[in-house]
């Protein structure tokens, strides 16, 4: 595989890694499959847009703001959808339903705002450098989303393995109930969650628009499944294994690209869910599931 | 109260002098587009080209005594919605004719019940080069099919650019695309073009990067490219960051102004081998060109075809004696003979597909040109 | 009677698309009943329609015995998919089967034998909603006759308790793949009779989306009940067509409309009818009498 490939590989990995990076937070604290997660990533996609090109913003004002936006989203959707299912023996299935609800709700309302087109960020939002490495050429802008997708998986780590804030949503994440009953706030901690995963989904959202210079109300649709592909492969919750299963998953795709050619990119990336759920369910760097079927 | 015996009256007169203008037929046109939906975004376009039309034909007075109604409905880019469209359109709406649907798929699920029920269908976006018009005598075409542009466009090109390879990429889990596709394919073989590599993509990918390296690390002359306007744009700026500066030929869903807007200065030397000549300066697209800038609308191919739809439909009212019916438009459309239109001189060919003359566009200078 | 005849032809499709989408929301529903969120039934639903399609146009087979390729076809394909996938818990067997649903719509994508993106055309319309109304018919009672046997009572035990289910000896597996196999053959058939309908196929009526609308019809509708599927089936049916008509008289678009409705009606119920359409009966009644107990 030349450099560019690997470049392209690393680039693309760099997404996926910073798409199921948040999936994975919720996904591993409440066991629930949060289908709303790609529309987060489109509205804030949106948000930053306009706040560019109609208020012309600062990028550096615009993400920050669609960042936090996201996050908030995440909360009105923790308080919304999640909440009021919790306890519910079905949580999962429901869980799973009524953030296909929301998602769908997100989705309405922004066709309804931008329309169905694509727009894309003024040319001059971020000034743009070829650089020249490993034989291959890239931009400046990608390197940025590999150094974001790293950077934030750090911040991340931090949080949860350092933080009280991420003891707790690791309490909660092990038992709720044990968790409360050793004093930790829930409710809080478990919005926390939402919030923090919400918000890196917006910015994986900013930095995708930006690399690939689309926004559209169905761009969420080429990430989401992958996404889910990549926090299975990695481990259900296991940031390390989103980020290492992101990059894995981007550089396999390339490989396959080049050597198998386009048309078997989607079906390796299944297939290989698929033998990963049938083989080894907890993925590379899940925790051995306590409760079995 | 007291008879207004005097405001009677003149009401009376009024009427009696407002006689002729009452004996309006209105005849109505129904059209089955997604609105919503993977393809929301040429239905979109095609509604604003088909309203505009409709005001168009209605304001000039071409068709006296007639008024033109719009009947739009969405069909949710699903063959399901599709078929509850078309039975609403035909047993409630009562339309002479139907626009549409915006998808071929769609149509392969949908003309069959239009011909039964014997109403005229008009695919204005549908190039799927079988199954549309040999469903039956009620369906007639006036988008040309990607076989009616591509090969001539290439030729064209090819004795320009004098290109010997070429590399191939195209979206193959749409029917639009992997038709085009396969025209292009057989069209390179005829022109003896050796084909050094195929790559494909799904719709909704937004990143080509590893498809492109590969393509482009086989040092072709030409790149070709069968995509819909979301991934074009992507491909292309894509294409270019790669370092590739040669020529891009695309087909039919290249020939939108997105492309220009949304790739920028990559967009530079793309040539687009299309239905519509953008930059033809025959009146009559010069014409639909500065009455959609008065609606706020930069016009893309789909815009421009559904457009032409009404325009074609019109005039077989005229030709059937001004006469709306089913039939009569139905008749009508077989004397339509190189009707001015924003697509160029058009007619129906005998079997009862789309003919005008293609056209192949570069881009250049961040406009559409025609290539000389 | 004009009128009458006139509007059976408007919502002709309608009507045959509600039968068609209740088999297809029964057809998740088989393996909901026994707990298991199996997303498996737009893969199958494709097998179907492609054999029965190919049969009916390539080989000139009669419809009746396209219909039954349509139905064992899926089944055979179900028992090698269902005995690895039955044994993963609860949304990672969701998970497995949509990437079945998945490779199976990508294999058809790229398969050249049936047109690839392009799909099967002009296949003869051999349906009629008399027989989308027979296969429901049939469903709901081979449903309706599983409620009160032991096979019932296994599925309701595994449903509400798999571990101890198992403790007492039931056979999960068994029961499991067996509603498996019941829900491919409801939805190979579903999309064989909706293929012979609608004159075409093609692999994009059979992506992710198109599972997801199945298990909503089921789960609006309401899980609690054989019947609930079905229910739910005909009203996000018949739904757009209302829309249709009421979104003019409010001066709103139906379109954008349509996607909200769906969005909005979904998280009603699952937040405030769990059980769906079908519980909303026995929870007003339940309602008046705890009113009427206050007073």
Redesign the interface.
């Known amino acids: 595989m030349?450099g560019?490939?690997v470049i392209?590989?690393l680039?693309?990995g760099g997404?996926y890694a910073l798409f199921a990076l948040g999936y994975t937070l919720v996904f591993g604290v409440l066991?629930?499959?949060n289908l709303a997660h790609a529309a987060v990533f489109m509205l804030a996609a949106f948000v930053a847009l306009t706040l560019v090109s109609a208020a012309h913003a600062n990028l550096l004002v615009a993400l920050p703001v669609a960042v936090v936006f996201a996050g908030l989203l995440g909360l009105v959707l923790e308080r919304?959808?999640f909440r009021?299912?919790r306890g519910?023996s079905?949580s999962?299935?429901?869980g799973?339903?009524?953030s296909?609800?929301?998602?769908?709700?997100f989705?309405?309302?922004a066709?309804?705002i931008w329309?169905?087109?694509?727009?894309?960020f003024p040319?001059d939002t971020l000034p743009d450098q070829?650089l020249q490495i490993l034989g291959?050429?890239v931009?400046r802008l990608q390197l940025t989303i590999i150094g974001v997708s790293l950077g934030m998986f750090l911040v991340l780590w931090w949080l949860v393995q350092r933080t009280r804030l991420g003891r707790e949503i690791r309490a909660v994440a092990e038992s709720p109930r044990a968790a409360r009953v050793l004093g930790v706030n829930v409710d809080r901690a478990i919005a926390w969650a939402f919030f923090i995963s919400s918000a890196l989904g917006g910015a994986a959202g900013v930095l995708?628009a930006l690399s690939?210079?689309?926004v559209?109300p169905?761009?969420g649709?080429?990430v989401e499944?992958k996404g889910?592909?990549v926090i299975?492969l990695g481990g259900m919750g296991s940031m390390t294994g989103a980020v290492v299963a992101g990059f894995a998953l981007g550089l396999t795709?390339?490989l396959v690209?080049?050597h198998l050619?386009?048309?078997?990119?989607?079906?390796v990336s299944?297939?290989a869910?698929?033998l990963i759920?049938?083989l080894r369910?907890r993925g590379l760097f899940g925790a051995p599931?306590l409760?079995?079927? | 109260m007291r008879f207004p015996v005097r405001s009677f009256l003149a009401a009376l007169a009024a009427l009696a002098f407002a006689g002729p203008a009452l004996a309006q037929q209105t005849v109505r046109i129904g059209a089955a587009l997604s609105m919503t939906g993977p393809a929301a975004a040429y239905g979109a376009n095609q509604k604003t080209g088909i309203l505009a039309a409709i005001d168009e034909v209605n304001g000039s007075g071409a068709l006296k005594g007639v008024k033109l109604e719009a009947v739009i409905e969405d069909d949710a880019s699903t063959k399901e919605q599709g078929i509850a469209v078309f039975q609403k359109l035909i047993n409630q709406s009562k339309v002479a004719a139907i626009i549409g649907p915006t998808l071929s798929n769609t149509a392969f699920a949908t003309n069959p019940l239009a011909q039964a029920a014997k109403v005229p269908v008009v695919a204005v976006s549908n190039t799927a080069p079988k199954g549309i018009t040999d469903i039956g005598d009620s369906i007639w075409r006036v988008s040309l099919t990607e076989g009616q542009v591509i090969p001539g466009a290439l030729k064209t090109l090819q004795a320009k650019l004098g290109f010997k390879k070429a590399a191939v990429l195209y979206g193959n889990d749409d029917a639009f695309t992997k038709a085009g596709y396969d025209v292009m394919k057989a069209a390179l073989a005829d022109l003896k073009i050796q084909v050094l590599g195929e790559q494909t993509f799904a719709k909704p990918d937004r990143d080509y990067n590893a498809q492109l390296t590969s393509l482009l690390g086989t040092k072709p002359d030409i790149l070709v490219v069968s995509a819909l306007i979301e991934n074009a744009s992507g491909i292309v700026a894509q294409a270019r960051q790669l370092g590739w500066k040669g020529p891009i030929f695309g087909g039919n869903g290249f020939n939108n102004p997105v492309l220009m807007k949304n790739a920028g200065p990559a967009a530079e030397g793309v040539y687009v081998g299309t239905a519509w000549n953008r930059a033809s300066t025959d009146e009559a697209n010069t014409k639909f060109l500065a009455l959609m800038k008065s609606r706020g609308v930069d016009p893309d191919q789909f815009c421009a075809q559904a457009y032409t739809g009404v325009l074609v439909i019109a005039e077989a009212i005229k030709q059937a004696g001004t006469k709306g019916g089913r039939d009569d438009v139905k008749a009508g459309f077989a004397k339509v003979k190189g009707l001015a239109t924003p697509l160029g001189k058009f007619s129906f060919l005998p079997n009862r597909d789309g003919d005008h003359t293609p056209a192949i566009q570069v881009v250049k200078d961040g406009k559409f040109q025609i290539l000389q | 009677m004009e009128s009458l005849a006139e509007l059976y032809s408007t919502y002709q499709s309608t009507l045959a698309y509600v039968g068609l989408n209740a088999l297809l929301a029964l057809s998740v529903y088989a393996t909901l009943s026994c707990g298991q969120l199996a997303l498996s039934s737009a893969g199958f639903a494709a097998i179907g329609a492609y054999a029965a399609s190919i049969l009916t146009l390539n080989f000139h087979v009669a419809f009746p015995f396209a219909l039954l390729a349509a139905v064992v076809l899926p089944m055979i394909v179900a028992v090698p998919l269902g005995l690895p996938v039955l044994r993963i818990r609860g949304v990672f067997l969701a998970i497995a089967t949509v990437a079945f649903g998945e490779v199976v719509r990508l294999g058809l994508v790229n398969w050249d034998y049936v047109n690839g993106a392009q799909g099967l055309v002009a296949i003869p319309q051999k349906t009629e909603v008399w027989m989308v109304y027979v296969a429901v018919a049939l469903a709901l009672l081979l449903f309706a006759r599983l409620r009160g046997s032991k096979w019932g009572f296994a599925l309701e035990a595994i449903r509400e308790d798999e571990p101890a289910a198992r403790t007492m000896g039931i056979h999960t597996t068994v029961y499991k793949l067996a509603m498996l196999v019941v829900g491919a053959a409801l939805a190979g058939l579903a999309g064989a009779l909706e293929a012979h309908f609608s004159f075409m196929v093609a692999p994009n009526g059979f992506a992710f989306g198109r599972v997801v609308d199945m298990l909503v019809f089921a789960v609006v509708g309401g899980t609690v009940a054989y019947y609930g599927p079905v229910v739910g089936a005909a009203f996000l049916t018949i739904l757009p067509e209302a829309l249709r008509v009421i979104a003019p008289l409010l001066g709103i678009e139906p379109g954008p409309l349509r996607a909200l409705v769906n969005g909005v009606v979904l998280l009603l119920v699952i937040l405030f009818l769990p059980n769906g359409i079908v519980s909303l009966p026995s929870r007003l009644a339940a309602r008046r009498k705890a009113r009427s107990a206050a007073a």
């Open positions: 030349s560019q490939q392209n590989g680039f693309l997404i066991d629930i499959l919304i959808a009021p299912l519910r079905d999962n299935i429901s799973l339903i009524s296909l609800a929301m998602a769908a709700i989705e309405a309302i066709h309804e329309g169905p087109n694509t727009a894309r040319f070829q291959g050429v931009s995708f690939f210079n689309s559209s169905d761009m649709r080429g499944l889910l592909a299975i795709e390339v690209v080049s050619g386009g048309s078997y990119r989607d079906a299944f297939a869910l698929f759920l049938v369910p599931s409760r079995e079927a």
